[in-house]
């Protein structure tokens, strides 16, 4: 089993994060362009004694992929 590279991992997270924030900075432009995955409303599972609700929305822009993409070069200068 391969080992998980925990560094670009983390990088490519801090991309779509970085990204998306740019992405809202520059609202009404193309950047900002893209599209939402996901549960439109949260589903809810009632045990009696708890109540669990699960969701789940991504929302990937042209920002947010070109935050990815500069933090893959980012990986690609520190290794």
Known sequence: M???NWLL???ILIGFVLGGFIGTYFDGSFL?????FGLSSPLELDLGF???TFGLKI???IC???G???SLLVY????
């Open 59 to 61: 929302q990937i822009s």
């Open 50 to 52: 708890i109540i669990l």
């Open 32 to 36: 900002n362009y893209g599209k939402t």
């Open 9 to 11: 991992l983390i990088l």
């Open 64 to 66: 947010s992929v070109l």
């Open 76 to 79: 690609k200068f520190i290794r």
């Open 68 to 70: 990815v993409i500069v």
């Open 2 to 4: 391969k080992r998980i």
